[in-house]
């Protein structure tokens, strides 16, 4: 089932026995076990019929003893297994989910793993409950992600602010979603787009010096702001890690090479196979006016060397801010 489904059905009071939630992002996780722990059973049935358990404090015998209580002065009993992935012998939990109690609803946390499709346990929990899988986001999706959930919510963005913001968050979906929600609360009254002043001024991205800008002076071989953007890089080294530049120029030039041997370049069709937004082909077109295929081959091989210069690989005195300087000058000269 995806998590829309299992949602909809929690929210229609449609419950299964057995929840097994899995997955390398743990986002989707937390939202359907914390929307079972507040919703299925009211305040006053919780004391009694609502038990935590974490994986690492616990057994799966105690779990399963605990599922197959009976609910008092309740129709429902919650029995939820966080950080199910500790827990040893997980592989027993099958003596309960092949035959379980229709008051208790399970839910089992296991975060950050996919279990085996191959045992019986899988196939149990198949049978008789639900089983969900939760994929890691690439970062290349993330941008997306974040425009459609503000559009679930009646909000909108500034175009190029998505990839701002997963250049600065990364790919952790809670944290991305923490952000957005403060940017939300600090919108005025009668207004529903967040704007790159509103990004700065409360996140601490810079509009005019980050990576995504960083992108920009180098499609258009522009020394002065390439070199502007360097030096804030340098003064602003915590917000700005060497290596996350070198991971975003790879993900940029990289396309700008896709881009050279895509036949048709035509706008929908760049954006498919990019995986980019429209509104940002312009920058992989001047790119690719200014860096052939050639070039880019040998700025790749310069970002792979310049990555293990930053791990203390070929180089022992050279700061980050310096081999960013250099990376920087051979990139454009």
Known sequence: MTYEQIITDLQNKIYHPVYFL?????????????????NVLSESERSFNQIIFYGKDTDIATVINTAKRFPMMSNQQVVILKEAQNI????????????????????????YKK???????????????????SPKLYEDKIPN??????????????????MILTDFLGSDLSRIVNELEKL????PGNENKITADLVERNIGISKEFNNFELHKALSRKNILKANRI?????????????????????Y????????????????????YVLKINPFFIQDYQLAAKKYSPHKIAGIISLLRKYDLKSKGVGNITMSDCELLRELIYKILH
């Open 22 to 38: 899995s997955g390398e992002e743990p986002y989707y996780i937390d939202k359907i076990t914390d929307y079972v722990e507040k």
């Open 88 to 111: 040893k012998q997980i592989e027993n939990l099958i003596y309960y989910v092949e035959n379980p109690l229709k008051s208790t609803i399970l839910i089992i946390n296991y975060k």
């Open 115 to 133: 279990l085996d499709k191959r045992t019986k346990l899988h196939k149990a929990i198949r049978d008789h409950g639900v089983y969900f899988e």
């Open 145 to 162: 992600w974040i425009n459609q959930y503000l559009k679930d919510r009646n909000y909108e963005m500034e175009p190029g602010i998505g």
């Open 184 to 187: 939300i609360i600090v919108l």
């Open 230 to 250: 360097v030096n804030y890089f340098c003064k602003n080294p915590k917000d700005n890690p060497l290596t996350l530049t070198l991971s975003s120029l790879y």
């Open 252 to 271: 940029f030039f990289s396309k700008v090479l896709a881009y050279h041997f895509t036949v048709d370049k035509s706008r929908g069709n760049l954006a």
